[in-house]
Protein backbone atom coordinates (compact mmCIF):
# COMPACT_ATOMS: atom_id res chain seq x y z
CA UNK A 1 0.00 0.00 0.00
CA UNK A 2 1.48 3.46 -0.91
CA UNK A 3 1.98 5.02 2.41
CA UNK A 4 4.10 8.12 4.29
CA UNK A 5 6.26 6.17 6.93
CA UNK A 6 7.99 7.87 9.42
CA UNK A 7 11.33 6.51 11.53
CA UNK A 8 11.73 6.17 14.61
CA UNK A 9 8.10 6.22 16.22
CA UNK A 10 9.63 7.23 19.36
CA UNK A 11 12.91 8.88 20.14
CA UNK A 12 14.43 9.97 23.63
CA UNK A 13 17.48 12.20 23.33
CA UNK A 14 19.39 14.50 25.85
CA UNK A 15 18.87 18.06 26.25
CA UNK A 16 21.72 19.61 23.40
CA UNK A 17 22.28 15.67 21.85
CA UNK A 18 21.36 16.32 17.95
CA UNK A 19 18.77 13.97 16.67
CA UNK A 20 17.56 13.25 13.24
CA UNK A 21 14.06 12.12 12.11
CA UNK A 22 13.22 10.69 9.32
CA UNK A 23 10.30 10.64 6.77
CA UNK A 24 9.57 8.05 3.62
CA UNK A 25 6.89 7.99 1.00
CA UNK A 26 5.44 5.77 -1.31
CA UNK A 27 3.12 7.90 -2.42
CA UNK A 28 5.03 9.55 -5.49
CA UNK A 29 4.00 13.01 -4.39
CA UNK A 30 6.31 16.02 -4.72
CA UNK A 31 5.39 18.34 -2.32
CA UNK A 32 6.01 17.08 1.48
CA UNK A 33 5.90 19.07 4.93
CA UNK A 34 7.09 18.89 8.27
CA UNK A 35 4.72 19.69 10.93
CA UNK A 36 5.84 19.61 14.83
CA UNK A 37 2.59 19.28 16.91
CA UNK A 38 2.27 19.52 20.86
CA UNK A 39 -0.45 18.86 22.92
CA UNK A 40 -4.01 19.25 23.04
CA UNK A 41 -2.68 21.99 19.41
CA UNK A 42 -2.84 21.84 15.97
CA UNK A 43 -0.10 20.91 13.84
CA UNK A 44 2.55 23.48 13.06
CA UNK A 45 4.06 23.83 9.88
CA UNK A 46 7.72 23.79 10.11
CA UNK A 47 9.18 23.69 6.57
CA UNK A 48 7.77 22.62 3.23
CA UNK A 49 9.26 21.24 -0.31
CA UNK A 50 7.84 21.82 -3.70
CA UNK A 51 10.12 18.70 -5.06
CA UNK A 52 13.88 20.19 -3.88
CA UNK A 53 12.71 23.83 -3.68
CA UNK A 54 12.93 24.52 0.19
CA UNK A 55 9.98 26.81 1.92
CA UNK A 56 10.80 27.62 5.64
CA UNK A 57 8.22 29.44 7.81
CA UNK A 58 9.22 32.74 9.29
CA UNK A 59 8.74 31.46 12.93
CA UNK A 60 10.44 28.11 12.47
CA UNK A 61 13.59 28.22 14.84
CA UNK A 62 16.93 28.33 13.62
CA UNK A 63 17.70 24.92 15.62
CA UNK A 64 15.49 23.17 13.48
CA UNK A 65 16.65 22.37 9.81
CA UNK A 66 15.67 19.74 6.94
CA UNK A 67 17.33 17.66 3.82
CA UNK A 68 15.19 16.24 0.83
CA UNK A 69 17.67 13.82 -0.98
CA UNK A 70 14.92 12.67 -3.16
CA UNK A 71 11.67 12.77 -4.01
CA UNK A 72 10.98 9.42 -1.71
CA UNK A 73 12.83 10.81 1.65
CA UNK A 74 13.09 14.12 3.81
CA UNK A 75 14.52 14.42 7.23
CA UNK A 76 13.91 16.79 10.22
CA UNK A 77 17.20 17.51 12.07
CA UNK A 78 17.20 19.33 15.09
CA UNK A 79 20.46 20.78 15.97
CA UNK A 80 20.43 21.27 19.96
CA UNK A 81 16.98 20.07 20.90
CA UNK A 82 15.64 22.10 24.51
CA UNK A 83 13.27 20.50 26.46
CA UNK A 84 10.58 22.56 25.11
CA UNK A 85 11.03 20.80 21.48
CA UNK A 86 9.54 17.68 23.19
CA UNK A 87 6.40 16.59 20.46
CA UNK A 88 5.45 14.75 17.83
CA UNK A 89 6.85 15.33 14.69
CA UNK A 90 4.43 15.09 11.32
CA UNK A 91 5.19 14.28 7.47
CA UNK A 92 2.86 15.07 5.11
CA UNK A 93 3.10 14.97 1.54
CA UNK A 94 0.60 16.15 -1.18
CA UNK A 95 0.76 16.24 -5.20
CA UNK A 96 1.88 19.53 -6.84
CA UNK A 97 -1.94 20.87 -7.37
CA UNK A 98 -3.89 18.82 -4.99
CA UNK A 99 -5.69 19.80 -1.59
CA UNK A 100 -5.72 17.34 0.95
CA UNK A 101 -2.22 16.27 2.78
CA UNK A 102 -1.72 12.71 3.75
CA UNK A 103 -0.08 12.17 6.94
CA UNK A 104 2.77 9.75 8.27
CA UNK A 105 2.13 8.11 12.22
CA UNK A 106 4.12 10.44 13.31
CA UNK A 107 7.25 10.32 15.69
CA UNK A 108 7.00 11.73 19.45
CA UNK A 109 10.58 13.03 20.36
CA UNK A 110 11.58 12.75 24.33
CA UNK A 111 13.81 15.35 25.61
CA UNK A 112 15.85 14.79 28.98
CA UNK B 1 -9.14 36.64 15.06
CA UNK B 2 -7.72 33.48 14.71
CA UNK B 3 -7.96 32.30 11.38
CA UNK B 4 -9.76 28.66 11.91
CA UNK B 5 -11.48 28.69 14.96
CA UNK B 6 -12.81 25.20 16.66
CA UNK B 7 -14.34 24.42 20.02
CA UNK B 8 -11.88 22.40 21.42
CA UNK B 9 -14.20 20.40 23.60
CA UNK B 10 -13.80 17.69 24.84
CA UNK B 11 -17.09 16.75 23.94
CA UNK B 12 -18.48 13.34 25.54
CA UNK B 13 -21.60 11.86 23.71
CA UNK B 14 -23.03 8.22 24.38
CA UNK B 15 -23.08 5.67 21.93
CA UNK B 16 -25.29 5.80 19.23
CA UNK B 17 -25.74 10.07 19.33
CA UNK B 18 -25.67 11.99 16.37
CA UNK B 19 -22.20 14.43 16.83
CA UNK B 20 -22.17 17.47 15.24
CA UNK B 21 -18.48 19.12 14.87
CA UNK B 22 -18.09 22.57 13.75
CA UNK B 23 -14.89 25.19 12.44
CA UNK B 24 -15.68 28.92 11.33
CA UNK B 25 -12.91 30.81 9.39
CA UNK B 26 -12.45 34.16 8.75
CA UNK B 27 -10.80 33.73 4.85
CA UNK B 28 -12.62 33.83 3.00
CA UNK B 29 -10.25 32.72 0.15
CA UNK B 30 -10.61 29.42 1.57
CA UNK B 31 -12.26 26.48 -1.07
CA UNK B 32 -11.15 23.32 0.15
CA UNK B 33 -12.19 21.95 3.42
CA UNK B 34 -10.85 18.73 4.90
CA UNK B 35 -11.82 17.11 8.13
CA UNK B 36 -8.87 14.62 9.65
CA UNK B 37 -9.42 12.31 12.63
CA UNK B 38 -6.07 11.70 15.19
CA UNK B 39 -5.91 8.87 17.62
CA UNK B 40 -4.11 9.75 20.65
CA UNK B 41 -0.38 9.48 19.81
CA UNK B 42 -1.12 8.85 15.70
CA UNK B 43 -1.20 10.97 12.48
CA UNK B 44 -3.98 12.81 11.43
CA UNK B 45 -6.16 10.34 9.25
CA UNK B 46 -8.26 12.53 6.23
CA UNK B 47 -11.83 11.43 6.62
CA UNK B 48 -13.48 13.97 3.85
CA UNK B 49 -12.80 16.70 1.84
CA UNK B 50 -15.54 18.68 0.11
CA UNK B 51 -15.07 21.71 -2.34
CA UNK B 52 -16.80 24.74 -2.11
CA UNK B 53 -20.31 24.83 -0.46
CA UNK B 54 -22.53 22.15 -0.25
CA UNK B 55 -22.67 18.10 1.69
CA UNK B 56 -20.87 15.04 0.87
CA UNK B 57 -21.96 12.33 2.69
CA UNK B 58 -19.44 9.18 3.17
CA UNK B 59 -21.06 6.17 5.49
CA UNK B 60 -22.34 7.72 8.85
CA UNK B 61 -20.17 10.84 8.05
CA UNK B 62 -21.24 14.05 6.58
CA UNK B 63 -19.81 16.98 5.61
CA UNK B 64 -21.52 20.09 5.14
CA UNK B 65 -20.00 23.71 4.28
CA UNK B 66 -21.89 26.97 4.15
CA UNK B 67 -19.43 29.45 2.68
CA UNK B 68 -21.68 32.44 3.10
CA UNK B 69 -21.65 32.06 7.24
CA UNK B 70 -17.62 30.82 6.86
CA UNK B 71 -18.97 27.67 8.70
CA UNK B 72 -18.50 23.91 8.46
CA UNK B 73 -19.66 21.16 10.01
CA UNK B 74 -19.03 17.26 10.57
CA UNK B 75 -22.07 14.90 11.45
CA UNK B 76 -21.26 11.29 12.41
CA UNK B 77 -24.30 9.25 12.98
CA UNK B 78 -24.77 6.60 15.25
CA UNK B 79 -21.58 7.38 16.66
CA UNK B 80 -19.74 4.23 18.36
CA UNK B 81 -16.74 4.35 20.32
CA UNK B 82 -14.06 3.64 18.14
CA UNK B 83 -15.06 7.00 17.10
CA UNK B 84 -13.05 8.48 20.04
CA UNK B 85 -10.54 10.66 19.02
CA UNK B 86 -10.01 14.47 17.80
CA UNK B 87 -11.16 15.92 15.22
CA UNK B 88 -9.00 18.48 13.05
CA UNK B 89 -10.93 20.70 10.31
CA UNK B 90 -8.12 22.18 7.68
CA UNK B 91 -9.16 24.23 4.74
CA UNK B 92 -6.76 25.59 1.64
CA UNK B 93 -6.93 27.84 -1.28
CA UNK B 94 -6.14 25.86 -4.83
CA UNK B 95 -2.91 24.66 -3.02
CA UNK B 96 -1.73 27.51 -1.02
CA UNK B 97 -2.45 28.68 2.74
CA UNK B 98 -3.20 25.18 4.27
CA UNK B 99 -4.53 25.66 8.19
CA UNK B 100 -5.82 23.88 10.80
CA UNK B 101 -8.05 24.09 13.59
CA UNK B 102 -7.01 23.38 16.93
CA UNK B 103 -9.38 20.43 17.12
CA UNK B 104 -11.94 18.97 19.06
CA UNK B 105 -11.44 16.08 21.07
CA UNK B 106 -14.81 13.68 20.80
CA UNK B 107 -15.24 10.77 23.34
CA UNK B 108 -18.19 8.48 22.75
CA UNK B 109 -19.06 6.64 26.06
CA UNK B 110 -20.15 2.62 25.33
Known amino acids: DAMVIQNPRYQVTQFGKPVTLSCSQTLNHNVMYWYQQKSSQAPKLLFHYYDKDFNNEADTPDNFQSRRPNTSFCFLDIRSPGLGDAAMYLC???????????FGPGTRLLVL | QKEVEQDPGPLSVPEGAIVSLNCTYSNSAFQYFMWYRQYSRKGPELLMYTYSSGNKEDGRFTAQVDKSSKYISLFIRDSQPSDSATYLCAMSSYGQNFVFGPGTRLSVLP
Open chain 1, 92 to 102: ATKIWQGETQY
